[in-house]
């Protein structure tokens, strides 16, 4: 329906827009987003100039670069942060500045200060923040700042902007959102003061808007990020965002970025499958209501929801993160109407999320480009070679894709009736909606690529051996290994999640990894009784991504599944399966059907089968070793670009 009003009325996003003084070619931006590709220093690399350009070249036309600590000293929040604490870096910065602006993008540069969310392990300094106050997050208690200390980085904000100007940027964005220093001091939450800063909450952000424009001229785009909600009881709410929005704009910024949290509920800010997309938009209306000046909507956007929030008048541009990963040229296809052809992202937070979380460059599940634009770039194989792929799964169709690109001659063969493998079962739920859309995507790339696809065919030495491939590409995945549970009665997660077997009344999931929390979460929002059985002390997926997949926990809860933890399946038998706890002590879970979610095991002994088959022969995916999307896609990648 959004498509076919587009088509009739022509897409809003693609419409002009003019902030401050800069005309925008369109609404669509990309949101600052942290990724570690530039120097240890804080200093620009190729590597960050190239991953920008990528995106501006796929069409979108402003680009907000990331967060950058604005002083050496107690800003920095991250390890490999960029930096523009330093005139020596304005030479870098300039580089990327006219690097993004060469493809008519507008390039704005985020301005923070990290607070009381800054690792001491960075700055080597206990972190400052309004008030005294332990961070969850780190483990660290702030100190308060002093009334001296505020006006230096006050004068600091405004010293960094003139850098940016100097470096050729079109504007800044004052990060006053996350739980960073600014935010801190608007947050009734944090600021706990009782001085002109506690009694105004909105005092700090006001005089960094006011010396920053003060410094730069008012030729010069100045936004303001802001928090509209801590999601914290005791914080930040939207009708503070509301008071301090309009005071912020007579204060001279051009345009107010609404997002949301703080570190303790980024799952918010960054809403993983299992919450809903555009989950902020309602924020930036309620702002929208009480400025004048465009506000950008972030949070989850498709440009589906963009679409919407800009024809509603929820907000007059829309910002892309994690989408802009996935695919560079999300706003070139919008442009070209081949949305359908945009590659959606997951919203795992696997790997953007947990690589950040430990320090490592930028990935991304679906797009193994990103973060290395240069060495993954597809580009035409030197000899045009016949390349077979056994398996058409996510890393069969992956390596076949890549490698027709290349220009090779690709054939795949797929013992089942359809492609995909497991992701056909990953996508049941109705909280996994993205997979479904990758797998619809990899199918349809599949057809237009040429790529000659052979269905209900299974590969045996002496078929591969009869078509004689220069290149074998072996992709047969992963399958559940038969044991002691297998073999009494219980049924697996895919057999449930694909209709092949029924699930009574209620369940054990054995397993708490994803596919066991999804298919426990699955079933239970059918209404059955569940129970999740981990071997572990705690469910792996409640750490594999921390905040982001806080969301699967939470939904969790929220479905009334009983969790045990620490408690091993021992036995299915009629009525239920024992389980023994970690003091040995013997439980039976009484459940009409046991399932057993945990176990796959690559198809090891298949692949060698084929070793033999043609001259160059390659292994990926899971049956290499049973792993996530991510590896299959990297796997995917490196043989198709190297053959």
Request: hydrophobic fraction near 40%; charged fraction near 25%.
């Amino acid at each position: 329906m959004v498509k076919q009003m587009a088509i009739i009325n022509g897409w809003e996003l693609l419409k002009p827009i003019k902030v401050g003084n800069k005309k925008l070619k369109n609404r669509m931006v990309m949101a600052p987003l942290e990724n570690h590709l530039n120097n240890a220093d804080g200093s620009v690399s190729k590597k960050l100039i190239d991953y920008y350009v990528e995106r501006a070249k796929g069409g979108i036309g402003t680009i907000i670069v990331q967060n950058t600590h604005v002083d050496d000293q107690y800003s920095n929040s991250a390890l490999s942060q960029l930096g523009v604490y330093s005139d020596n870096l304005i030479a870098g910065l300039n580089e990327l500045a006219e690097a993004v602006q060469a493809f008519g993008t507008a390039a704005f540069l985020q301005l923070g200060h990290g607070g009381y969310q800054c690792n001491p392990n960075i700055a080597k300094r206990q972190p400052v923040a309004p008030s005294a106050m332990l961070s969850v997050t780190t483990g660290v208690t702030a100190r308060e700042l002093t009334i001296a200390e505020i006006k230096e980085i006050e004068d600091n904000f405004a010293i960094a902007a003139r850098r940016a100007k100097q470096a050729g940027f079109d504007g800044v964005e004052i990060h006053g959102a996350h739980g960073y220093l600014l935010s801190e001091f608007l947050s009734p939450y944090l600021n706990h003061r009782t001085d002109k800063y506690g009694y105004d909450r909105t005092l700090l952000g006001r005089r960094v808007i006011s010396k920053i424009r003060n410094m730069v001229g008012s030729d010069f785009v100045v936004g303001y990020r802001i928090t509209a909600c801590d999601f914290v009881p005791g914080g930040l709410v939207l009708e503070d965002a509301c008071k301090a929005a309009p005071m912020f704009e007579s204060e001279g910024i051009d345009y107010i970025h609404v997002s949301a949290a703080i570190y303790e509920t980024g799952y918010y800010m960054s809403a993983s499958s299992y919450m809903e997309r555009a989950n902020l938009v309602e924020l930036a209306a309620g702002v929208k209501q009480v400025v004048g000046i465009p506000v950008v909507s972030v949070g989850s956007h498709t440009v589906e929801t963009g679409e919407t929030a800009l024809r509603e008048g929820k907000a007059d541009l829309v910002a892309f993160a994690r989408g802009l990963l996935a695919d560079p040229e999300l706003a070139k296809k919008v442009a070209e109407d081949r949305i359908e052809d945009i590659r959606p992202c997951l919203r795992s937070g696997y790997p953007c999320g947990k690589r950040f979380a430990q320090g490592l460059s930028m990935r991304c599940e679906v797009n193994p480009a990103c973060g290395r634009e240069e060495e993954y770039r597809i580009l035409p194989a030197g000899r045009k070679r016949t390349v077979l792929v056994v398996g058409g799964g996510l890393a069969g169709m992956e390596a076949a894709r890549v490698a027709a690109l290349r220009g090779h001659q690709v054939t795949v063969l797929e013992k089942g009736d359809a492609l995909g493998g497991l992701l056909r079962a990953a996508s049941v739920p109705d909280f996994k909606v993205e997979v479904g859309q990758l797998l619809a995507w990899l199918v349809r790339q599949m057809e237009r690529g040429g790529i000659d696809v052979r269905l209900k065919t299974e590969a045996t030495q002496d078929l591969v051996i009869k078509l004689n491939p220069e290149v074998l590409i072996v992709a047969v995945g992963s399958e559940y290994g038969a044991n002691r549970l297998t073999a009494s009665g219980s049924v697996t997660g895919v057999q449930v999640l694909e209709g092949e077997r029924k699930v009574g009344k209620s369940a054990a999931v054995v397993g708490g990894g994803l596919v066991g929390c999804e298919t426990a979460l699955y079933l239970a929002e059918q209404g059955k009784r569940i129970t999740l059985v981990e071997a572990l002390d705690e469910l792996p997926e409640a750490w594999v991504n921390g905040g982001l997949e806080a969301g699967l926990m939470l939904r969790i809860e929220k479905a009334n599944i009983t969790v045990r933890t620490g408690w091993h399946a021992e036995e299915v038998r009629d009525g239920g399966v024992v389980c023994l706890d970690k003091h040995w002590r013997n439980h039976l879970i009484e459940t009409e059907t046991v399932v057993l979610a945990a176990g796959l095991t690559a198809r090891t002994e298949l692949v060698e089968s084929f070793q033999n088959c043609a001259t160059e022969v390659y292994a990926i995916g899971d049956c290499v070793e049973a792993r996530r999307i991510h590896e299959a896609s990297q796997d995917a990648w490196r043989v198709a670009l190297r053959i």
